[in-house]
């Protein structure tokens, strides 16, 4: 494992996709040295000490704080693993993620169509 400061990069990290989505599984324990277990939204999934991050939003911040961190992107490419499925993935079984980041993640598009509408 490659160590940056206080934040050990694994050994691997696993992106599922099925037909329709996809999810990049990471260790609680490292979103939490990241400090951004309170950004993922509830739009990922969760198992155990697992949490599968949705490939848009959850998956970019968590790119993002890889780098602020001091990984750089070939660092980080270089440990992901690609699994396939044809049709639904079992993550979508999985419990949703609960953070209350989706909540401000709505709030915040609301205002923004709010706005929107005001300038209109």
């Not at 996809?22 to 990241?34: C, Q």
């Not at 969760?46 to 001091?70: H, I, K, P, S």
Request: hydrophobic fraction near 40%; charged fraction near 30%.
């Amino acid at each position: 494992m490659k160590r940056v400061s206080k934040v050990t990069l694994p050994s691997r990290l696993i992106f599922y996709e099925d037909a329709r989505h996809g999810w990049l599984e990471v260790e609680r324990s490292l979103l939490k040295a990241l400090g951004i277990e309170k950004d993922i939204t509830d739009f990922s999934y969760q198992r155990e000490n697992m949490v599968y991050l949705e490939e848009d939003a959850d998956a970019t911040c968590f790119w993002e704080a890889l780098e602020a961190a001091g990984f750089t992107p070939e660092q980080i490419g270089a440990i992901v693993i690609k699994v396939s499925y044809r049709e639904h993935s079992p993550i979508r079984s999985y419990d949703s993620y609960k953070s209350g980041a989706c909540i401000k993640y709505c709030r915040k598009i609301a205002l923004l169509v709010q706005n929107a509408k005001k300038r209109a």
